[in-house]
């Protein structure tokens, strides 16, 4: 189980606090497989009835650590993250997240799985995938058009900005903006509000939501080698030693 992940139960909630902020909170395999087990471990608890997550320092979570991510990636797996993200779309409990800062990458496509997202009004949102040579993962490509619509899904995913809370509150990504002094106090009001309602009827609600969206889970099984693959290409080879070596990356090499 991984030290930057921080857990604690009480009074129905499950809180997991990501808690590498020196790296702002870049996922490593260690810190996926703990959420794997907790998110696994959550759904045969009905004493769980909500999971509220957040990130420690300035950051929710900066995505995959890239060092990581490079050393464990093979042509049709994605090692890191392969159980994370499917725990993460067959997840029964209702899972809120208080983003508190940067959520980038998987940072930020995994609040595209959680059933209600409190923001701090300075955070900030990016879906880098295109620039670093592969494509939106977590299903990503089929629930952010479904919530922002197909031209600004595109915008997000193709352009790859950064685009700040409001934006993200104006597409319907996020729920409520809160002040980043109050993000975790309001955010925990919130989460306590659901886990005084009885816990069947909070995991049947999401169920049958989450029935209209098609079998997610299948999805991601489907995208994963095509992202593994996609991954060990020249152009993303680039983009990801020039993120390490902080430089441009070039692709006029590939043209």
Request: include cysteine; aromatic fraction near 8%.
């Amino acid at each position: 189980m991984s030290q930057d992940i921080v857990t604690a139960t009480a009074d129905g909630i499950l809180q997991i606090r990501l808690n590498r902020p020196q790296k702002k909170n870049a996922l490593t395999r260690e810190m996926y497989a703990t959420i794997e087990a907790t998110f696994n471990r959550a759904n045969d608890d009905r004493r769980i009835k909500v999971i509220w997550v957040t990130g420690s320092g300035d950051s929710f979570s900066s995505g995959n650590d890239v060092g990581s991510f490079l050393e464990e990636a093979t042509d049709d797996r994605l090692p890191d993250a392969d159980g994370f993200l499917d725990a993460l779309a067959a997840l029964e409990v209702p899972l809120v997240a208080a983003v508190n800062g940067l959520a980038v990458g998987v940072g930020a496509t995994m609040l595209l799985h959680c059933d209600l997202v409190h923001a701090a009004a300075g955070a900030t949102f990016r879906f880098p995938f295109v620039d670093l040579g592969v494509f939106p993962e977590a299903a990503s490509t089929i629930l952010l058009p479904r919530l922002a619509g197909h031209q600004r899904a595109m915008e997000m995913m193709l352009l790859a900005d950064s685009f700040d809370a409001p934006k993200a509150h104006a597409i319907g990504m996020v729920n409520d903006v809160f002040e980043a002094n109050v993000l975790e106090e309001e955010s925990l009001r919130i989460t306590r509000r659901l886990a005084a309602k009885p816990a069947a009827s909070l995991r049947l609600t999401k169920a049958r939501v989450k029935a209209g969206y098609g079998d997610l889970r299948a999805v991601i099984a489907e995208e994963t080698p095509l992202f593994a693959r996609a991954s060990r290409s020249p152009e993303a080879r680039e983009a990801f030693n020039a993120f390490l070596e902080k430089r441009r990356p070039d692709f006029s090499q590939f043209d």
